[in-house]
């Protein structure tokens, strides 16, 4: 499985940004996807996550402002990021799996940097 993710940027507090993972290499629908992020001095956690049939988890800190969907058409999984703050800022990466038990991100994209200036 090959994920390359894109989206990240600068933005002002307050703003949106909206990240994306393209998934190759394996079929879609077989895999779950998850953003993480890691900010600087802190260690990495899963910020949204999506399952192979669409059920989502978000973090506390993000429900309400983040959203996490799949494209079958496209093959990408998005992470619309809006009312962005300054603790926001990380490197983002999205992984991938497919086992179930136990489940496992064994696939990892590069990470595209995210910066909220406050």
């Known amino acids: 499985v090959q994920l390359q993710a894109y989206g990240g940027g600068l933005v002002q507090a307050g703003g949106f940004l909206r990240l994306s993972c393209a998934v190759s290499g394996r079929t879609f629908s077989s895999v779950y996807v998850g953003w993480f992020r890691q900010a600087p001095g802190k260690e990495r956690e899963l910020a949204a996550s999506?399952?192979?049939?669409?059920?989502?988890y978000l973090r506390d800190s993000v429900k309400g402002r983040f959203t996490i969907s799949r494209d079958s058409a496209k093959n990408t999984v998005s992470l619309q990021m809006n009312s962005l703050k300054a603790e926001n800022t990380a490197v983002y990466y999205c992984?991938?799996?497919?086992?179930?038990?136990?489940?496992?991100?064994?696939?990892w994209g590069h990470g595209t940097h995210v910066t909220v200036s406050s």
């Open positions: 999506i399952t192979q049939s669409g059920g989502t």
């Open positions: 992984a991938a799996g497919v086992r179930l038990v136990p489940k496992k991100y064994e696939y």
